[in-house]
């Protein structure tokens, strides 16, 4: 059924900035952005694909928010947090089942080591992108947008990964599908583990506080995409190995958290 507030929308058209078409730009660079974050095996040229739609969708995206008048990080915040909830986070036996019957730590080995050649993966690709942007000068521009869909689907990828690590050492995290995305992102920001007996470390909605973290977190993983800006081939280098290097030091941290709240069993 159509409500009022539906219809009324409907009658009138819906200039550049306002909330339904910058909704419309929002839902397709979360569904890209999905889709990529759970893109562990997919095909190089599919991948490198994806992300250049993403990086359109981008453009489009940031046209709407500029005539809102919001900020690049206040925007890249806003964009992200509409996508976490539709993070693909598996449950315990959706992992096992999908990773051979591995539990405890060597599920956790794996899939860390899926999400870290994910994130690597797409820093190659995001970084060989910015190479060729660079050695193209009229075409410097359209670079940024590129490194922008670097980060959001770098960022998915390791809040996915939180989200699974938490299964596989057994924390459950309370709350809906968007509270527990919620807590998850924050947990990202924070890189740390959420820790569900301190009511200070759930966050279940991002207020003002957890967005300010989420901005600083998102610009500061753009900072260092922006170093992929280099000739050749060192933008992909570069963007290859620095995500392969943060997502991993994400995951210690994270699985050392987890450790001291919940110990698993002995594997037999």
């Known amino acids: 059924m159509t409500s009022g507030t539906d219809r009324s929308s409907q009658d009138q058209p819906e200039g550049p900035g306002s909330p339904g078409t910058e909704a419309a730009a929002n839902a397709e660079v979360a569904e890209l952005v999905g889709k990529l974050s759970q893109a562990g095996d997919m095909d190089g040229a599919e991948r490198r694909r994806l992300l250049g739609r993403l ?50 730590d060597q599920l956790a080995d794996d899939l860390v080591r899926t999400a870290s050649k994910a994130t690597m993966a797409v820093g190659a690709i995001g970084g060989a992108l ?16 590129q490194l922008v869909a670097e980060t959001l689907v770098v960022a998915a990828i390791e809040v996915k990964l939180i989200g699974e690590l938490h ?39 991002l207020g003002a506080a957890a967005k300010a973290g989420l901005r600083k977190r998102l610009l500061r993983t753009l900072g260092r995409h922006l170093t992929t800006l280099g000739p050749f081939l060192t933008g992909a280098v570069a963007g290859g190995a620095l995500n392969r290097i943060a997502t991993r030091r994400l995951s210690e941290a994270v699985r050392k958290d987890l450790r001291r709240q919940r110990a698993l069993p002995s594997p037999d």
Do not use: N
Request: positive net charge; hydrophobic residues 50%.
């Open 55 to 104: 990086s359109a969708a981008l453009v489009t995206a940031r046209k709407r928010a500029r005539a809102t008048g919001a900020g690049r990080g206040r925007w890249l915040a806003d964009v992200f947090a509409s996508i976490a909830p539709r993070l693909p986070i598996r449950d315990l036996a959706a992992l096992q089942d999908h990773h051979y019957g591995l539990s405890g």
């Open 130 to 145: 910015a190479a060729a942007e660079f050695a193209a000068p009229p075409l410097l521009l359209s670079a940024p947008a």
């Open 167 to 205: 299964e596989v050492y057994g924390v459950q995290v309370q709350g809906t599908g968007t509270q527990r995305a919620m807590a998850f992102t924050v947990a990202w920001t924070k890189q740390r583990g959420v820790d569900p007996l301190s009511p200070a470390s759930v966050q279940m909605a």
